[in-house]
């Protein structure tokens, strides 16, 4: 059996030292919860405001010295170069020019990003820190005063179909003699010469996203503005995550408006039964209808949007074509990111699925929160970015899928980072501990974001803590880290406790590490 651990380079803008001041706009009200995950702070927005206006375009090779602060749950605050990031093209950007988008790159640690989207209404965040994902939502009953949390922030939600919702992913079949390749486990992966490269060409979709009454009601403020707000927020988000793993990124369509429904334009009758399963086939019906074509089976010629998306409540989650280009969500970005990964092509590529898996979770598409302490697991696996980048330079198949290339694609100037790995094969005896040492320099940075990853190809489908008798070891999926370049298997942790297994939490069974265990 083939097994390959690979070092996963994470991409980066270019940073310089540069001269700052960092400009803290933030108060807590010592409303910070006993765990340190929530806590509450006052925002002076038109002070925020004011300096994050004078942020230069982000582009490549851009420099800034515009540094803000941004709370975190702990009470502490952590310092971002802040750019100019629009989502909204030129003639929605001058209908709506409250609504300003805005991104950071960590100062102090270079992997960190923040999105900030500012309205009349108040701002929304998120901050991609070293210790998980962090949401800044403001309160509904406190105007200014903001919840700081590394939960998503979960309002209520009606649930107008109990019990919707068993899978999130509907597999699309070429047709019978197309030879396509889903989960094979390519034979360049781990080799010096990559399948594709990334980051030396910007991608860009155009994105239709479907707001409907109810749930701008329950996630923004309920009005056309304010929706287009919370959608803008969940684009830029998510370009956060696309421009790092993929160099993708997604812009709204000029007539964005139009699609964010309120009390009084009404949800169309094609989403008030809150069932994904039914209302996921009539997006690319209704987009067309109101926006024109785009999505599957649109010649290029023709394409007014390449990927769309219905924002709903009462579903059990999120449902998307796999490969496809639309997706039905809750309106959270923990969902979105998982369905649009599968819109690229990806399966949950981890144990529970046969073919390429990258071990038991720890990744945006299967079970995130199955990864290390310290680790958030909001990232792509090298299997769904080398299967992204397969399809958008050679499409899923001949017909139908001219969306995959993308609207724009602009050359960028990087190259990739020298890597360097064990060159010679070795065997670790079973139930043995070990260390994996790697390095990569890069011209673009000055310390890159690294992490080591494990993928399989096994025919074998489990689950912990029922292991099959002749696979294993097994290893989750974590987080870059400016330290990934060594990583100690397992958990450091774990083997200080003389232990060779470590547990998801302390006294569970369901194991996220485990050391070679069976005879090969």
């Not at 309205?119 to 949401?135: E, L, P, V, Y």
């Not at 397969?390 to 290339?405: A, H, I, N, P, T």
């Amino acid at each position: 059996m083939k097994r390959l651990f690979c070092t996963v380079v994470v991409l980066s803008l270019s940073i310089v030292a540069q001269s700052h001041t960092t400009i803290n706009n933030w108060i807590y009200n010592d409303a910070t919860n006993q765990t340190h995950t929530t806590a509450q702070a006052v925002l002076k927005k038109d002070d925020l405001s004011a300096a994050l206006h004078m942020s230069p375009l982000l582009e490549p090779g851009a420099r800034s010295n515009i540094v803000v602060a941004f709370p975190t749950p702990e009470g502490k605050t952590k310092d971002f170069r802040m750019f100019f990031s629009p989502v909204m093209p030129t003639s929605l950007a001058q209908k709506y020019p409250d609504i300003q988008t805005y991104t950071g790159i960590g100062l102090n640690n270079p992997s960190e990003r923040v999105s900030v989207t500012t309205s009349n209404s108040g701002i929304k965040a998120m901050i991609m820190s070293s210790n998980g994902n962090i949401f800044i939502d403001q309160l509904r009953e406190s105007t200014g005063t903001y919840r700081v949390s590394y939960h998503e922030n979960e309002k209520p939600i009606t649930d107008h179909c109990p019990g919707c919702g068993g899978g999130d992913a509907i597999i699309v079949e070429p047709p019978p003699g197309t030879n396509v390749s889903r989960n094979d486990f390519p034979s360049c992966v781990g080799e010096a010469q990559p399948c594709y490269t990334i980051g030396d060409t910007l991608v860009t979709f155009r994105f239709a996203g479907i707001l409907t009454a109810e749930a701008n009601n329950e996630f923004a403020d309920g009005t056309v503005a304010g929706g287009l707000a919370w959608m803008n927020a969940l684009v830029n988000q998510i370009n956060l995550l696309w421009v790092r793993e993929l160099s993708f990124r997604l812009e709204l369509i000029e007539d964005s408006d139009s699609l964010i429904y309120t009390n009084e334009t009404q949800t169309p009758w094609l989403f008030t039964e809150y069932d994904m399963y039914v209302e996921l086939p009539r997006v690319l019906d209704h987009l067309t209808d109101v926006i024109g074509p785009g999505g599957y089976d649109t010649p290029a010629s023709s394409l007014m949007w390449e990927y769309g998306a219905v924002f709903n409540v009462g579903y059990g989650g999120g449902l998307a074509y796999v490969p496809g280009s639309t997706s039905a969500n809750l309106p959270y970005y923990t969902i979105f990111n998982h369905e649009i990964g599968h819109n690229l092509g990806s399966s949950h590529n981890c144990s529970i699925e046969n073919g390429w898996s990258s071990t038991i979770g720890g990744s945006i598409m299967c079970w995130r929160g199955n990864t290390l302490p310290g680790s958030g697991g909001d990232q792509y696996t090298s299997h769904t970015i080398d299967i992204a980048i397969k399809y958008q330079q050679e499409m899923f198949w001949s017909s139908g899928y001219d969306y995959q290339r993308g609207w724009t694609r602009v050359a960028t100037g990087n190259t990739p980072p020298e890597v360097g790995v064990p060159t010679s094969g070795f065997t670790i005896p079973k139930e043995t501990p070990f260390v994996l040492e790697g390095y990569a320099t890069d011209v673009f940075v000055d310390i890159p974001t690294l992490s080591w990853e494990q993928n399989d190809a096994s025919d074998s489908t489990f689950e912990s803590p029922d292991f099959p008798e002749f696979t294993g070891p097994l290893f989750c999926s974590v987080d870059g880290t400016l330290e990934g370049h060594k990583r100690y298997f397992p958990h450091m942790p774990s083997l200080l406790e003389n232990q060779y297994d470590t547990p998801l939490s302390a006294g569970n069974d369901y194991l996220v590490e485990k050391l070679p265990f069976a005879e090969r």
